[in-house]
């Protein structure tokens, strides 16, 4: 058995897109690297378990978190915190963006 890690995965060139472009947001479990994908437009709530094998999808309340009253100043600081702090190790799972192949319409 051959261990996948993202870890080392770095985007070669640029993509820029807006929050509209995003198809799905995708939640990765640590523990057995199984997908829930959602629609941003449907999303309700993070599970509080991976939906395949029941490990713990912890969702750390941040004492330091920003007004829930501003949603862009919380997704530009959440970016920050899951990536330095909140990371899959930590909270037991991983925030993927789905966006669809860029450049199809660009240009
Ligand atoms: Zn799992």
């Avoid at 939640?27 to 509080?48: G, M, N, Y």
């Avoid at 999808?57 to 007004?67: G, K, M, N, Y």
């Avoid at 799972?93 to 966006?99: A, G, M, V």
Wanted: net charge neutral; hydrophobic share 40%; charged share 25%.
């Amino acid at each position: 058995m051959s261990w996948y890690t993202s870890a080392n995965v770095t985007f070669e060139r640029k993509i820029v897109v807006g929050l509209e472009e995003i198809r799905a947001i995708s939640f990765e479990c640590h523990q057995c690297k199984s997908r829930l994908t959602v629609s941003p437009d449907d999303i309700r709530d993070i599970p509080a378990a991976c939906p395949h094998c029941n490990f713990p999808w912890r969702l750390p309340e941040d004492p330091q978190a920003v007004s829930a009253g501003s949603p862009p100043k919380n997704f530009a600081f959440g970016i920050k915190e899951l990536k330095i702090r909140f990371g899959a190790d930590v909270i037991g799972f991983k925030i993927l963006l789905e966006f669809d192949e860029p450049g199809r319409h660009a240009l």
